[in-house]
Structure formats: structure tokens, C-alpha cells
């Protein structure tokens, strides 16, 4: 399987000919469904789901997301899936699980919106926005680093709960190149201390998985 970050929370998985996006928003830049077969969406916010991209997509492009972000969606051309917290499907020849409900909370004063995560192939967890305790062996997690809903604290202690032996900084694209910096320092203090491979993938580029 080859992972390849295309810009701040969105990802493309590739295996066997066959492509599979996940949460493909408005700050990731351009291309994002370029041959893909399908789509993964955790939640409504426009960093992770661009409504005007998917407004152009092909037909043939299926969609799986939480009711909320499908309600937002309304009439697109593309399958629209409502997944929730406990399901499995295969999209894109991917096999993938649901865990997860909820956001993290942003703001007091700001209503919790539904946030699905993904397993994909039981070897890539992408948990959105949030912290979610997958409760199952996740081999390559896909970690928030920045965002307004989160602490540094959150994110090494949610490492050393999940303990993957591959971990890569997602949500990241506010960030300067000072605080890339910063979140490259930290990450890669956790890498040595847990004695796996953790650290931040550039935009555009890939790992191979197994």
C-alpha cells in the first residue's frame, strides 16, 4: 500500500491499481480525487471536505461519511454512503471500519459535530478530528499534530495509548514553517522514546506500507 500526503488533512492511499482519498478539504490544494474511486470523509468542517470539489466529481466516485456531513453534501453526483461508529465496508478494494462518533471539543460554546474515523485495511487509522480509542492493534496512525481542539499533551499521550509502530503527523497545514519545526522536534522525541518510526511526511510525497 503506498500513503501519500497531499496537503493538510488529506490523504491518498493506493494499492493494486485501486485509489481511495481521505478527507479531501479545502486547504489540501489541488488534484485531490485525481483517479480515485472513493472517498472518506470523518466530518462537515471545510478543512476536510471540499462541497464545490465534490460537486464536479464523477458519478462513478462513491462517497462514505456520517449523516451529518451527507445531509450538507445534498444532490451530488457521486454515491453518497452514511457510515457510522461499528461498520464495515470495502470501498476502492479497501476493506475499512468505522470508530468514532464525536469531534473533539473546539469551543465551549460551539456544539460538538459528528466525526467518524477510519481503519483502512486493518493497517491505516485515521481518526479525524479527534482522540478516539480505537480499541483495536492499529500498525500506522495518522495523527493530528496542530489544531484548535488540541494540546502537544494530547497528542504524545494518545500515542503512548495507541502505541502504533508507524505514526504521521496529519492536520498540520496552519502551521508555519517555524511551527513545523516545532511539531517535527516533538514527534520526533516520541519516535525515540517509543523506539518507532514517527515523524511528518512533506506534502506530495509517500511511504510504502506492508
Known amino acids: 500500500m503506498e500513503l501519500t500526503k497531499l496537503g493538510h488533512a488529506c490523504w491518498r492511499l493506493r494499492k493494486n491499481g485501486s485509489t481511495l482519498v481521505i478527507d479531501p478539504g479545502s486547504f489540501s490544494g489541488e ?51 452514511v457510515v457510522r461508529d461499528g461498520d464495515a465496508f470495502s470501498a476502492a478494494g479497501f476493506g475499512v471500519r468505522v470508530i468514532g462518533e464525536w469531534h473533539a471539543l473546539n469551543h465551549p460554546d460551539v456544539p460538538v459535530v459528528q466525526n467518524v474515523g477510519f481503519l483502512v485495511d486493518e493497517e491505516v487509522f485515521y481518526p479525524g478530528d479527534a482522540f478516539t480509542p480505537p480499541g483495536v492493534e492499529v500498525p500506522t496512525l495518522l495523527v493530528p499534530t496542530n489544531a484548535p481542539w488540541m ?11 495507541v502505541r502504533p509502530q508507524r505514526a504521521y503527523s496529519t492536520h498540520d497545514g496552519l502551521l508555519n514553517e517555524i511551527g513545523l519545526k516545532i511539531v517535527d522536534n516533538w514527534i520526533s522525541m516520541e519516535a525515540d522514546h517509543q523506539k518507532a518510526d514517527f515523524r511528518r511526511i512533506p506534502v506530495g510525497e509517500s511511504v510504502e506500507l506492508p
Open 151 to 161: 494540546r502537544t499533551a494530547d497528542m504524545v499521550a494518545y500515542l503512548r495509548e
Open 31 to 81: 488534484g485531490l480525487l485525481d483517479g480515485a474511486s472513493a472517498v472518506l470523509i470523518t466530518h462537515e468542517h471545510f478543512d476536510h471536505v471540499d462541497t464545490d470539489l465534490l460537486r464536479k466529481a464523477s458519478p462513478d466516485l462513491e462517497v462514505f461519511t456520517c449523516r451529518a456531513v451527507a445531509d450538507h453534501l445534498g444532490e451530488i453526483p457521486a454515491e453518497v454512503r
